[in-house]
């Protein structure tokens, strides 16, 4: 990602986001972005000029956020979520769409105004408009903030999560049975339950209490509740993914695109094994790991 602002860079790889493409246009290099289905345009100008392209997609927002908070203004979706005084719990996932490292759901019961203006005076907001370094920071101040109580967080390693999507059939129907699992843990004195749209709606919605109120909508990370369980999720995942980097010897890279290398990497110490150990395997990247792993080995004693 050589050419781009170093904060850039920092926020990208967070985020799970590859360059597929990159070229020079005038006065400048335009990138063509990715993450799990979403694509945009980022074009950087020899000025500093930064400009955003593309289909409207919360890759867009993110990049859009970003450029507009370096100018020093904050456009409204990267803004701290304002106070609001109903009692309840949100939920958010991170590492969904990411090769290696776990899946992880967390959730944090809000209890009323006084609860949601703590977290706000954090100043919470979606965990992917944040450095790593301030995601790290920021879990600390929201657990401290909304009370130990009032926080879950479950992480699935690569194993546990391979076992739970089998079990479930799906990814949707994985991931909403944790939300849900996360819900009834936190149910207690809320109103309502607020998640960020997966997919999956009618199966929270049936196994959660019959008289919670249930609100999934796409970026929900404007509730001060989804934001803190957004920033304590993706804590989780780093710490969990810096854990695996560790037990093989090398950064595991975020998202879903350039993880080919490290994948073969992984592979060739120990074939499938090895990779079940640290990714998501059902993602197409493994085959192509261990057809690579295998094609090198070819070569090398051919």
């Given amino acids: ?6 904060e850039l860079r920092e926020l990208l790889q967070a985020s799970g986001v590859g360059i597929a493409e990159r070229r020079k246009i005038d006065h400048g290099t335009q990138y063509r972005l990715v993450r799990t289905g979403e694509e945009a345009v980022l ?5 500093g000029r930064i400009s955003v392209g593309g289909k409207p997609s919360r890759l867009r927002d993110l990049l859009e956020n970003w450029r507009v908070s370096r100018g020093g203004r904050k456009a409204p979706e990267s803004r701290t ?25 967390a959730g944090v019961r809000v209890r009323g105004a006084e609860a949601a203006a703590a977290l706000e005076r954090i100043g919470v907001r979606d965990s992917k408009t944040l450095s790593g370094s301030r995601v790290r920071s920021a879990a600390g101040e929201v657990v401290a903030a909304a009370g130990e109580e009032n926080v879950r ?17 799906s990814v949707p129907r994985l991931l909403g049975e944790l939300h849900a699992e996360i819900i009834n ?7 309502l ?14 196994l959660i209490p019959p008289g919670l109120r249930l609100e999934m909508r796409p970026r929900a990370e404007d509730d001060a509740a989804v934001a803190a369980a957004s920033v304590l999720a993706r804590d989780r995942f780093l710490q969990d993914l ?7 010897g090398f950064d595991l890279p975020r998202g879903a695109t350039h993880v080919l290398d490290a994948a073969r990497r992984v592979a060739e110490t120990g074939g499938m094994e090895a990779l079940k150990r640290v990714a998501k395997v059902h993602f197409v990247t493994t085959r192509q790991a261990l057809e690579n792993a295998r094609g090198d080995v070819g070569r090398s004693t051919g």
């Fill in 185 to 191: 843990e936190l149910c207690a004195g809320v109103e």
């Fill in 153 to 169: 967080i479950l992480s699935l390693s690569p194993p546990e999560y391979e076992t739970r999507r089998a079990a479930a059939g």
């Fill in 81 to 105: 979520p304002p106070a609001s005084p109903v009692p309840r719990v949100g939920t958010d996932e991170a590492g969904k769409g990411d090769y290696f490292g776990p899946l992880v759901v």
């Fill in 43 to 47: 074009n950087v100008y020899r000025t």
């Fill in 242 to 248: 810096e854990r695996l980097s560790e037990e093989v």
């Fill in 193 to 206: 339950a607020v998640v960020d749209a997966f997919g999956a709606e009618a199966l929270v919605r049936d």
């Fill in 1 to 6: 990602m050589n050419g781009l602002p170093p």
